[in-house]
């Protein structure tokens, strides 16, 4: 939710900043902004657009765009519409302190009356611009530089923000501070350059050294010197340099024509990465064992656990309902699935001896993050499942494992999906082998499964003219069901999400037999119903038989099948097969042809699949 850019250094501050605001757009891009301190005349230049970071760069042509100082900002609309006149950054009334903002103000109202009767005005709606006035007006009533006057009005908000900041007196300078919403630092090894990220996307081709800053830290960035940071009461703290590094190729298309078709074919390749190392060869022979350095870190905290609670949000916590079958089947531990959302309010009941897995694929999810702290509050361990490398959740957890799927730049997230649950299955394998809870024949069986599954998705990807000539048939549809059971029911609900994200069409994932209770009522000859319907266990033919009742009532079905399935496609319109695998890891395979139909069906109704509307890849408000 909104990306901040900063930079300040001997180089061209606009051309850093445009390409930041680029790999940062998935976070938003609804309105762009920059600010730079002139190199001529030191005067602050401030170019707005709504839109994308595109329009942006068309308004700021032919302007001046000189300067090595400079801040930029790529909005999701919190308070106030998507307007030039709400974008970032924001002024203060002086004309020389300018402001980015990630985050939400909650006391911004009292602030704002407060401010204005001390003769200040507005011009937008937005939270943003009353920080910045409450930070112009600080720093006149203390007579300060910019660092202590952020400092000093950061003391009296409420809220989650990320900002950065530069006074055009104090070319020399940029200020920037952080509360519950993302925020990095890279820095030069001679202090030379200093690049400000809302995640290391946008610093990782110039420094992979980089600073975290922690909740309420002021960190003030001055020419050539050593970087100062200081909690809001202005005692300064010792800051570790982290060394982080991306793999960049994966900030680009590579030749596919939208992220997300990009990532859905990364699948075989990054769910490798993810089990290299991980799924290695028993030392007593050469049957496949599973090491997860958490697992063995944290041993007896993990096989003492009489429940474990999952956290998470919107693919994430699909994920979360496939790993709760996962470590239930392998582990026979009650697992519960919670939205972080709710599972943050709703006094949780929490014994010091339950685990919590968060999982989240940015690490920056708000509401996670909070349900994090609560759990940990609560006395739990907490394993984080991510994939930002360095994220605040991957940080606060007490143990975890990363997902190692690179960046997922499209907001409708794939390859982050089949990382979490490949991550699941390692868990619950891990888990249940040391409790002794699974067989070791089955242990070896799943884990040789799931070392085949990269060549298996290779194998769905073949399918993908097909079913894009497929979804060219559905363009029409206003709605879509989408149903499955058992292991399966997940993925109906991931398979509907994707549509919905990208296609703007409503769709429900549902349980295929719990259907009967209301969703069947939308049945007729227009309704695309989805079977998720592999033939390896007993509920099969319960999806069969659910399947003719959609028949009867004339709905139009495409089935995802297993390889040779002929009974369910002499029954229906159109199928998808998958290769055969074992029952708790054919999430794996049937996820792949669903977000294929998603990405071809958005794409035949010319939408744009990679930033659709009103959503955000990074949800770092509540
Ligand atoms: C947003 C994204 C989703 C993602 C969800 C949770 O809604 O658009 O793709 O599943 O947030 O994000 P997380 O980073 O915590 O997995």
Redesign the pocket.
Known sequence: MCGIVGYIGPRQAYPILIKGLHRLEYRGYDSAGCALISDTDNHLNIYKAKGKVSDLERSATGKDISGSVGIAHTRWATHGEPSEVNAHPHLGRSGYITLVHNGIIENYATLRAQLIKKGFSFKSETDTEVLVQLIEYTQQKLNCGLGNAVRNALRLVIGAYAIAAIDSRRPHELVCARKSSPLAIGVVDDNSEFFIGSDAAPIAEYTDRIIYLKDEEVAVITRDAPIKVYDLKGHEAEKEIQHVSLDLAMLDHEGFPHFMLKEIFDQPKVLTDCMRGRIVESPYGHQPAVALSAVTRHRRELLRAKRIVIV?????WHAGLIGKQLIEHFCRIPVEVAYASEFRYSEPVIEHDDVVIA???????AD?LAALRTAKDHGALVYGIVNGVGSSIAREADTGTYIHVGPEIG???TK?FTGQVTVLAMLALALGIAKGTVSQEEYETTLRELSAIPAKIERVLLQNDKIRLLAENFTYAHNFLYLGRGCNYPVALEGALKLK?ISYIHAEGYPAAEMKHGPIALVDREMPVVFVATNHDALYQKTISNMQEIISRHGRIIAIVTEGDEQVKAMVHKTIEVPDTISALTPLLTVIPLQLLAYHIAVAKGLDVDQPRN?????TVE
Do not use: P
């Open positions: 998470s949000c919107g693919t994430s999982i989240s694929q940015s690490g920056e999810t996670t907001v409708a997230s982050a994200e959503l955000a890849k990074s949800v």
